[in-house]
């Protein structure tokens, strides 16, 4: 059984930084993409930022510049480095990945349990 485990969220002031870490465990063959996705209140989920396996990146406009995605492949871990944050970016931060499990001929979508990023003005 796959899971996928967030830690590094928390509480910080407005121009601060967190660094989140996901890591993926269990039966894995092999993963493609990883990413963070995020979820206000009220709102719906939205990505954040993604990473291919070779490591090309794509980050939401409202993010880019001030948020960095890596991934440590022989880790099955995917980080996310937040500087600069604002209010906007309060959000519950969920980590994703498209990934294969052993004994699987195909790729599916697992998600992580979710952290809580929380930004004070």
């Known amino acids: 059984q796959v899971q996928l485990v967030e830690s590094g969220g928390g509480l910080v002031q407005a121009g601060g930084s967190l660094r989140l870490s996901c890591a993926a465990s269990?039966?894995?063959?092999?993963?493609?993409?990883m990413g963070w996705y995020r979820q206000a209140p009220g709102k719906q989920r939205e990505l954040v930022a993604v990473?291919?396996?070779?490591?090309?990146?794509n980050y939401a406009d409202s993010v880019k510049g001030r948020f960095t995605i890596s991934r440590d492949n022989a880790k099955n871990t995917v980080y996310l480095e937040m500087n600069s944050l604002k209010p906007e970016d309060t959000a519950v931060y969920y980590c994703?990945?498209?990934?294969?499990?052993?004994?699987?001929?195909?790729?599916?979508?697992?998600w992580g349990q979710g952290t809580q990023v929380t930004v004070s003005s």
């Open positions: 994703n990945a498209d990934l294969r499990e052993s004994g699987s001929y195909y790729y599916d979508d697992y």
């Open positions: 990473i291919t396996s070779v490591g090309s990146t």
């Open positions: 269990g039966n894995i063959f092999s993963i493609n993409a």
